[in-house]
């Protein structure tokens, strides 16, 4: 309950912030997008994690508010970084499973990309592979209505939950993103890329796009090439960034 309260007033007095982690195309070793990953510094200066406060979040439904002015700054600053010249740019928002549940998630979906200008194309929400398992009806529902607006969809942690295949394939999925720890896993033995290789065979299978994430050293990037994955996230390529070092970095990179 104190969390809560803190969560509420911080977040009226602009404590939260929001940074982006490029991702990368794997074999260019080029920038094609980024995920925004909202922070949150206290006044004396600690940094809350999200894994913390989202679960308040939920809870306490201030995530619809929070969700909504993340989206909305995501969607800004993919303008922004089209005006500067990164017209193939693609921006990634993490989307809780309450503000998805919630009656107008798309008009807010719908009003922020109106108001903000962003191109729906080139904007990807990330939903969670145990999200995707409650309630497929629904799911199935709103997939189809978040596709007429233009936007993609990217299954978060991919590999973790237990999605069935021909469940997977009556998704209208853009997007599988294999989970970190199945990528640390790959230089752990023998049979650790396994699940990577199985993810990166189904997305080919199913023609969606993939991406690995927590990518952090060469070797883990050189087995993920060498299995045809296309794209990949990490700190071996870049940590999350406030705006101003992401475009150092993005200029800095050519
Ligand atoms: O950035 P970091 O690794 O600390 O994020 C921890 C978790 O918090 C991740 O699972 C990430 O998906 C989640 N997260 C980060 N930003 C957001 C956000 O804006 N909305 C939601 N729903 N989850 C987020
Ligand atoms: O669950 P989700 O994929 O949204 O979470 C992304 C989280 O992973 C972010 O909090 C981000 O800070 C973190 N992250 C991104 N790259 C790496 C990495 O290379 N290693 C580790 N340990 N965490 C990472
Ligand atoms: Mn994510
Ligand atoms: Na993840």
Request: net charge negative.
């Amino acid at each position: 309950v104190r969390m809560m309260h803190a969560l509420r007033t911080g977040f009226a007095k602009g404590e939260l912030f929001v940074v982006y982690q490029p991702q990368m195309d794997l074999a260019a070793r080029r920038p094609v997008g980024a995920e925004a990953l909202l922070r949150w510094q206290t006044p004396d200066g600690t940094f809350i994690s999200p894994d913390r406060f989202i679960p308040i979040a939920e809870y306490s439904g201030l995530i619809i508010d929070i969700g909504e002015w993340v989206l909305r700054s995501a969607c800004h600053e993919l303008v922004r970084l089209r005006e500067a010249g990164h017209r193939q740019f693609t921006m990634s928002v993490n989307v809780s499973q309450v503000q998805f549940r919630h009656p107008y998630f798309l008009d807010m979906l719908r009003s922020a990309l109106e108001e903000t200008g962003a191109p729906p194309e080139f904007i990807e929400l990330e939903i969670t592979e145990s999200m995707a398992m409650e309630e497929p009806d629904l799911l199935i529902k709103m997939l189809g209505q978040i596709k007429h607006t233009g936007v993609s969809i990217a299954i978060d942690d991919f590999g973790t939950g237990f999605s069935s295949l021909s469940y997977l394939q009556r998704l209208q999925v853009d997007r599988l993103k294999i989970d970190r720890a199945f990528v640390t896993e790959i230089t752990h033995s023998a049979r650790g890329s396994s699940i990577a290789e199985m993810v990166i065979q189904l997305g080919r299978n199913l023609g969606l796009s993939v991406i690995a994430e927590g990518v952090e050293d060469e070797r883990q990037a050189a087995i993920l090439q060498a299995l045809g994955c296309p794209l990949a996230q990490g700190f071996l390529f870049a940590r999350p960034m406030a705006t101003t070092a992401l475009y150092a970095w993005l200029n800095d990179d050519g």
